[in-house]
């Protein structure tokens, strides 16, 4: 199983340890539950915070029952690689940071439908036989 | 015993000299930017690389023989008239002393520098930045294997494709990207990223970017455009004679453009910026036309030549040089 770069720090240590957690789970799960699973060396205060930290940046769901939340996957694996990849691409693909790459087709360039149409145009010229 | 208060004046002399033939080659590629266009991309990329890169070498080499001029001049024979002449500052390592009193002279030296210091570590910053975003996604890309070599195939909804590392330039392309294109298409893609790569294009733009700094600010920035555009159009001139079909580069760029099309409220005016670059790439590529090698070859020479006879003036002439400038400065 493919775990997320350590290198790129996406998530945190603990993050990572939970959030693998959740996803092999079928179920929503408890902050004791996830304690428990963890080995029951953390603090529930530890668990909790980390949970809600991935809850807030949109990787977990959750909901109340009785007094505790419980949580759930937001996104599947292959959902926070893409969204890793696609946010980490757009703040490469800034102005600022334009030196380090040579991107095919400038993403700062929006192609609107007309110009689209022109650059269809110029290819059909091209093709239509002399 | 040399005065480092003395260094202020040669600082200021670099940066006009830099500046002063930064805007005059600069003002030439600009201006001539259309005759450049008709040689081809190699040219326009060969001279806007020399209009960048030959000013601060040649402002370093000015001030290095006008400062070899001032510790070695007596060698030669020179009469130091530094002591007799208190009316104005001296372009001199030993008595330069007088160069701390001229406040424009420290605060010129002091912003520039300051500014010169906050480009160079921002552009560090970008640089180590940008090596850990890109560590990050290629620890969650595919490695395919491709005709042009290796690929990283990353999960994306948003089509891109880029080369990008300084040391060893790896292609990222998106799934996305991947799956818009079919295989001519991809192939073609691929071929201009690859031709990126093995022209050094990411290394070469980040030594340009830093160099541009010690030009004049905006000449330089229109010079690393031109730069850019240029090198695009080179390396879809490249792709295009490898796979030996023009017009599967123009198809890739269409379609992977048309995926990211964006579609304005009809009402509302729609500033398309950029878009008139991807037409004329398009029209570039098909036209094919040569690259321009024979004319970058020749733009090289003379520039070359240039910095050359320039540099040599300078040495030859840096007694009334110096003399020049020191009566200049004495009318400040």
Redesign the interface.
Known sequence: M?T???????FGDLEQKVMELVWLQTSPISVRDVMRRLGGKLAYTTVMTTLDRLYKKGFLGRQKDGNAFVYWPAMTR?DV??R???E??S???KK??????????????????A??A???Q??AK??RPK | MIEPRGLIGFALTFLVASWAFSIALGAIVLLGARWLRSRGPSAERRAATYAVALPPAIGLAVVSLLAGYSAFGSWLGVVDHCPEHHHHLHLCLFHGAEWASQGWAVAAVALFGTFAAVRVV??AA??W??R??????????RCVESPAGEVLL?????P?????G?VRPRI?V?VA?WECLDDEERLA?LA??RA?ADQG??WR??VL?LIAIFGAPLVAVRLLTLW?RA??RL?DHRAAALLSRP?AV?????S???A?????PRAAP?F????R???DR??AV?AGHGDGRLAARRIGRTAVLLAASVIAAAGALAQPIHHALETLLGRI
Do not use: Q, W, Y
């Open positions: 493919r997320l770069s350590r290198a790129g720090r996406v292959d690689h893409r890793i990849v696609e980490t691409v703040g490469l693909l600022s940071t334009a030196p380090v790459l040579s991107a095919f087709v400038d993403v700062a360039v929006k192609v609107d439908e110009n689209l022109r650059l269809e110029i290819l091209h093709r | 921002h552009h970008t640089l930045r940008a850990l975003d890109l560590r990050r996604i290629a620890g969650i890309s990353a999960p994306a909804n948003r891109f494709c880029f080369v990008a300084l990222f998106s990207a893609m201009h990223e990126h294009d990411p733009r980040s970017g850019g090198t695009e390396c017009e123009a198809r890739a760029l269409v992977l453009s048309g990211r099309a964006v579609r304005p729609c398309v910026p950029g878009a670059d991807l037409i398009v029209e098909l």
